[in-house]
């Protein structure tokens, strides 16, 4: 809402003292943010000016040199617009002013002093669409009433500020002048002035001959007068200025007043012309696919969601949006139709949502107040009497449903202090009420206060409160801190401490998008789920929620391998959704990708390679607890994995994850990623960690290969070793894996590391031997292996 | 004799003195101190000596020999102590070479921010909780004080999946459920953060974004006024941004609350002069706050009667600008590596 202070000031006095900055910032203290405030016209050093003299610039075919008395002198200006000529009265920017493109300097153009210029509307800041024709040519060119040597922009009615206000959803009474006025009035505590309706009426009841008829209820209340004779004409300069400096572009004297009313009391209006509307007015929904066309010449197609204005045959406006083409006023109109109604905001924010957001749609879907909807159309005729000279007929036709009794809230003062944590005086609260134009009845501890209808917003005792601590001032409220019987706050830092230990394991921690594009979302994954597409996507990269976390992880080693980067170690934890059956959910994964050189430095350079995902999977879940109850087993892969380096993690027999290499069909990098589930994974509960006791004897440590086809997977042979074992084997190692020299063609040799201790003698070399042996024969028998000497 | 022995001792120290290595050192003791040596053949001699001279010659001998043998000793340490050293010397390394690089990973800067808040609320006794990303229109807005056709679901156009479920467009949502669960009908002090989603993507808006939410509900005669609210987030905000900052409180309008109150905290950058980063205001909006309106309360199982509550709410992603200087908000959810790297140390104790 863009707010003219000339306009406010039609309805409060402000002291003289108050500048445009000042009352912005005085409004956001009480809640109304501002977007921008300044001058209408942002230019300084600017004076009338006559071109007493114009010349043909001598090295230019399109430049002119001019003479122009400013008054106290008369200054030498090349001047480049078409219109430029001897006699017109001009805006001169003098050296030194500042436009809100330039600054003014004097200098030499071609040759030729030129100690100013003379300035174009748009040059002076006004936005194009407020430009009239003429202005678009070239230079402004003023009445002959301007006086040389004054200031252009008072001799325009420029002269106004302009603050740009952001307001919140529930403050529709402030998209209106008279609404800022009533809250300007409570900042400063003066009086807002009254609205000026009085006109004539005349002629027969409009009654008599015009028919209303609401055939719906999203249409609550319904006014129609009639205006005869009026004489279409340009606006007054005040009227034209105000709606510039609103943002709204002025086209005629009646259709002016019609923005006017509504940007004065927030009540939007349609004026039709009568003469082609007929005596009828009907509110209606619109059939389904009803056709419709606008002001702006678009053919719509309605739906019964729509609410429609029509005539007595067929639909002639769009109920708060946009009115129809056929009955709108013209420069031949001479009777209109005024209606003044408030629609359904629900319905009209819809309507207006699928058609066009328009000042007049954004008020009716914010709430109007139903005793502004008389006022309003009290007031159009009261404007169309003085500046379209049209004769006001007798009566209006009324339907009305609304209730426009002021709202009666009862509260307690201890009650505002409480809220607020204050001790603000009884005196006090009631003043700011009474700032804001509140009556109230003072009841021993408690006040009855009556909120005029305006203040749709405020309904209960909490909204009281707000206004007081509003107009009292937050800033006067002293912060406390809240004194509370001591407890211990809680958390699960279980994330957390994931998130550290990825981070001590070398990993970068990343933050993706959860949306991902629908194609994707059955990657890197077999499981059976129905994929979560949104229904108003921003685009379609971004239409689906992810499954599997691997897509965002992989967007990002994309991102950086497109910028050269080969050494990446992400992680990731977040969410992973899915539709299963009519379950929606979303479980919490840990997601990772690494690729290039994982360690770094002098002789320690290693390439990440299996190994090193499957490494960082088993630190992760010995970490969390897990140690001996998981393990990485071999099955069928999604296609996008390599399916003889990827593995699923399995922890007591449940599928919590998977490692592994991504296929050569999706990139062709060395790339490894790890997923891990881990609201399955925290179902399997760890127990608590406890204290073993150390042996107090020493322990043995015997090495032992094994010469085993290519294909034995070492997992079994540690478990054979394990079983042939018994109590007394209390680690196995692998150490070490070998192909090549010495080892037969198809074989490989894996050698282990095997601790033996007693937590009740030392162990003999006999007994230990004996284990050895009984280890080795039955690796050798049951492996089909051979012991490597 | 006794001058022969005398001769002896001086020219071995001379010798042990002047030997330059391990080798000639064990030769001077040979020449004195071994079987045939010098010293040794004084004792031998010792028998063309009187009975009454020979103890005195013998222990003069003896004198003499652990003298020499003490000498002797001596260098042999030094000996030992240069060929160490020597050894040392030539083990000497290039020091300015890299070490061993163990690779350093790296939190992000949006989860350094929640860490950092969870901590300060914990602290004041708040419990950490979270709730579905994957929202019902229900706990997102009804439950909230916003009914379907609302004018201000417009501000937060949202991620709808079905009618029903949508991705929730404010971390809000959890005070509902928080709310719910608590059975009881206690007081709650919670903080929530995560992510939240909102349909629009432009330069300061991500459609994917984080936030941060805080409740607090207690019998209405304590704890929960404005004064109080207001206490915590000087708090809260004053441990983010700094000690210095100045907070602005101004109203505001949030369906869930009533009243409901815009922050706004002194610009960082110009100290409140007005500069390109407040928009010349001064000034920074950085949370949402209010007390929470008696419906919120009335429709999760409270009696706004009795019992009353603040809440509060604010963007992490701004926090974390504001924190670490990064400019553009798109950095953050970029994940370039040498971003993402940069942030790989511990964080400063304020």
Redesign the interface.
Known sequence: MKLSTNFLKDYVDLDANIDVKQLAEDMTRVGNEYDSAGKLINATNLVIGEIVECKDHPDSDHLHVCKVNIGKEILNIVCGAPNARKGIKVIVALDGAVLPEKTIKRGVIRGQESNGMMCSMEELGLEHKFLKPEDREGIAELGEDAVVGEDPIKYLQMDDEVIDFDLTANRGDLLSILGMAYEVGAIYDKPVKEVDLSHKEQGEDINKKFTAEVKTENCNLLLVKKVENVEIKESPVFIKNRLIASGIRPINNVVDISNYVMLELGQPLHFYDADRLGNKLVVRMAKEGEKLTTLDGNERTLSQEDIVIADSTHGVGLAGVMGGLETEVENDTKNIIIEAAIFDSVKIRKTSNKILRSEASNRFEKGLDPNRTYMAAERACTLLEKYANGKVVTGTVVYDKTDKTDKEIDIAFQNVNDVLGTIIPNEEILNVFRKLGFTYKVNGQKATVKVPTRRMDISIKEDLIEEVSRIYGVDNIQGKLPVVPMRQGSYDKTLREIRNKMIALGLNETLSYILINDKEVHQYTLDEFEKLKLLDPITEDRNTLRYSMIPSLFKIFEYNEAREQKDISIFEIGKGFYKKGEVYGEDTKLCALMTGKYSLGLNNTKNVDFYTVKGVAEEILEYLGYANRYSFIKGEFPKEMHPGQSAYISVNGANVGMIGKLHPNVTKENVYVLEINLDQLFQKKVGKMKYKEISKFPTVKKDVAFIVDKKAISKDIEKTIKNAGGSLLTDIEVFDVYTGTNIEEGKKSIAYSLTFSDNKKTLTDEEINNLMNKIIDTVCKKMNAELRK | MQEQIAKIKENALEEIKNVQDAKSLNEVRVKYLGKKGELTQVLRGMGTLAPEERPIIGSKVNEVRELLENAIKEKEEKFAQEALQRKLESETIDIT????????????P??RVI?EI?DL????????VSG???ETDEFCFERLNLPK?H??R??QDS????NE?L?RTQTSAVQARTMLANTEKT?I?MICAG?T?R???DATHS??FGQVEGL?I?K????????????????FVKKLIGKNCEL??????FPFT?????VDVSCFKCGGKGCNICKQTGWIEILGSG?V??NVLKMNGYDPEEY?GFAFGTGLERLAMFKYGIPDMRY???????F??QF?RKDEEI
């Open positions: 070479l890299p070490g061993t690089k163990i690779k350093r990973g790296s939190k992000h949006v989860n860490e969870e609320f914990v602290s004041m006794g708040y419990d950490v579905p990303e994957l056709g004018p201000a417009d501000m991620f709808y999946i079905t479920y991705l007081p002090r992510k989603y349909r629009e993507d459609h994917q607090v207690d209405k005669e304590r704890n929960v006024s404005l004064a109080d609210l207001k206490g915590t987030l000087e708090v602005r409180f101004r109203p505001s309008y009533e009243p409901s109150y815009e007390i309106h008696p009353g953050l959810y970029a994940n370039d590596i040498r993402l790297s790989d």
